[in-house]
């Protein structure tokens, strides 16, 4: 493997890290009274306002686009917004683990998309990786101590669906990273999903509610580094390696929480979820063996 994808798979999994810090920092949000709604409302405003004037003086071009590009960035913004929309629904019906154990199923989708429509052959290895990812999230979120069938049919509903649209936000991201810079497509897409986050709930509820100074510490650590900078090293990180990889190297997320919750918190883990941890580790690593042809 070149240093390039070395350095792709490195971009995706500090990615992960960093959005699964912001993990705990929600729960102290959520904990004080801010909805689920709200933070998703502030956090893409906050991370497209810091990231328009980061651009606007570090580098102006990435601000430009041509016109035809447009529809393909309002798309992208509004996949990107429903992702987080029906992430937390489904949180709301179902338990957390539940949750992200469904939504972590989209290398599943990224790789049949690839399969479908980008004529791409998965090496045995690749195939191993994605059923080992999604086996290691299911021990290390501990779903296997869940009653799957009798959950919350649209709570499973909501989790499946942003399964595909992280999915979606996948896909098209790798797709506008040909013809744009990283960080050209994180700004508009986060502006078009502050946009989106307005129109598909009550506008502006989240950036009109009183905050406490401890919180916009909070709110500010999410928006620029669980949002800003963590999405932004997806999107380097997807300019070097496929769709496919990359969706299965940020299975890492929800294994990063747990580790963090564990080293931060004094949660537990029990002997399951440390095989789930190894299982996932050990499925990144062997992506980079198989080789995929198109």
């Known amino acids: 493997m070149n240093s390039s994808a070395r350095l792709g798979y490195l971009y995706v999994a500090l990615s992960a890290v960093l959005f699964a810090a912001t993990g705990t920092a929600s729960k102290f949000l959520f904990l004080g009274g801010v909805t689920p709604y709200q933070l998703v ?82 090496s045995p290895a690749t195939v191993l990786a994605i059923a080992g990812s999604g086996l290691g999230c299911y021990l290390a979120v501990g779903a296997y101590s869940l009653d799957l069938l009798s959950l919350n049919r649209a709570g499973i509903a909501g ?24 960080w ?33 510490f909070w709110i500010l650590f999410i928006s620029i580094v669980g949002t800003a900078i963590s999405l932004g090293l997806y999107n380097k990180g997807l300019r070097l390696i496929r769709s496919t990889h990359a969706s299965i190297t940020a299975t890492l997320q929800p294994i990063a929480a747990a580790v963090i919750a564990f080293l931060v918190l004094g949660e537990t883990m029990n002997v399951w979820q440390v095989a789930g941890v190894v299982l996932v580790v050990a499925s990144i690593t062997l992506l980079q063996v198989g080789k995929d042809r198109r």
Request: with cysteine; hydrophobic share 55%.
């Open 184 to 216: 050209t497509v994180l700004f508009y897409a986060s502006l078009f999903s502050a946009a989106a986050c307005n129109l598909l709930h009550e506008p502006f509820e989240g950036l009109t509610r009183s905050y406490d100074a401890v919180q916009w």
């Open 159 to 182: 989790g499946l669906g942003a399964a595909a649209f992280l999915s979606g936000y996948t896909v098209l991201s790798e797709s506008a990273l040909r013809r744009h810079k990283p």
């Open 41 to 122: 409302q502030v956090r893409t405003a906050v991370a497209s306002a810091v990231l328009l004037a980061w651009l606007a003086l570090a580098d102006p071009s990435c601000l430009r686009i041509p016109r035809q590009s447009l529809p393909r960035f309002i798309l992208l913004g509004f996949v990107l917004a429903a992702t987080m929309f029906t992430y937390f629904y489904a949180i709301s019906k179902i338990q957390v683990a539940a949750a992200i154990l469904l939504q972590y199923q989209s290398p599943v989708l990224v790789a049949a998309y690839a399969l479908a429509f980008s004529r791409e052959r998965h």
